[in-house]
């Protein structure tokens, strides 16, 4: 089984940053790409962020794109997403997803396949 663990959530005030990991664990994993979502009550779950672990390549969605950077430590099986100048409407669960396969659409829930509990985030204005 293989699990990942977010972690870095909390309360931050408009403009504010905040730095959320998400370590992957358990047998033997070889992950090609993770990605981070976000659910906030009432809504559907957003993409965030997403990167390929063995090129790097990053995506971005536009509502985050120049706050947010992903990036990540393979040697440790741990993916970040830095946030600042974060914003009331960043408020939601993140949640965290990897996936092993070769080719997967990482801007949609679907292409993953293990996913993290989630860690809230609650930006006050």
């Known amino acids: 089984q293989v699990q990942l663990v977010e972690s870095g959530g909390g309360l931050v005030q408009a403009g504010g940053s905040l730095r959320l990991s998400c370590a992957a664990s358990g047998r033997t994993f070889s992950s090609s790409a993770m990605g981070w979502f976000r659910q906030a009550p009432g809504k559907e779950r957003e993409f965030v962020a997403a990167i390929w672990l063995g090129g790097g390549s990053t995506y971005y969605a536009d509502s985050v794109k120049g706050r947010f950077t992903i990036s990540r430590d393979n040697a440790k099986k741990t993916v970040y997403l830095q946030m600042n100048s974060l914003k009331p409407e960043d408020t939601a669960n993140y949640y965290c997803?990897?996936?092993?396969?070769?080719?997967?659409?990482?801007?949609?829930?679907?292409?993953?396949?293990?996913w993290g509990q989630g860690t809230q985030v609650t930006v006050s204005s």
């Open positions: 997803a990897a996936t092993s396969r070769a080719y997967t659409s990482v801007a949609v829930p679907r292409g993953y396949d293990y």
